[in-house]
């Protein structure tokens, strides 16, 4: 097996609020990120794709850890390695127990290398959390406001 390598984070953070408010009886927060990550130092030989996703981490009263994946994605070659720009999330956060308001979020990025050959090598945000900024160990913290809009 080869020595892990690891993507190169120039960004990723809480772009935008788009929407908080309650939808069916659960809060529902649509975001836009911001990202810029280059997966192409995570490439070799024995590659065959890689899982990205981003979690979105927060405390709660009644569960103290919760984490929704708010983004994923599957690159399937090496010359798609890089993902960049503002989007929408792909999945919003939504939480059926609690209020979202004035809620602070922490944003992870986790991948699993899926190989041709041998084990799959997972990294996930409970098996390495990827480094940025460099002073942070991978949190990027974001508070909802006091009120839906």
């Known amino acids: 097996m080869l ?6 984070v120039n960004s990723l953070r809480v772009y935008d609020l788009r929407r908080l408010h309650q939808f069916r009886g659960s809060d529902r927060a649509i975001l836009t990120v911001d990202m810029d990550v ?10 065959k794709q890689i899982f990205v996703f981003v979690v979105a981490e927060y405390r709660g009263s ?3 850890r919760n984490g929704v994946v708010i983004f994923d994605h599957i690159i399937e070659s090496e010359k798609d390695s890089i993902i960049k720009g503002r989007d929408l999330i792909k999945y919003p956060l939504v939480d059926e127990v609690e209020s979202l308001k004035d809620v602070s979020i922490q944003l992870k990025l986790g991948y699993d290398v899926h ?4 084990p799959m090598q997972l990294f996930g945000t409970g098996q390495r959390v990827i480094p940025y900024p460099a002073d942070d160990m991978g949190t990027v913290n974001f508070t909802f406001p006091t009120v839906y809009n």
Do not use: C, E, K, Q
């Not at 280059?38 to 590659?47: G, I, K, S």
């Not at 190989?115 to 041998?118: H, I």
């Open 3 to 8: 020595p892990p390598a690891s993507p190169t």
């Open 38 to 47: 280059d997966f192409t130092p995570l490439w070799n030989w024995n590659v």
């Open 62 to 64: 009644v569960h103290r």
């Open 115 to 118: 190989p041709l050959f041998g």
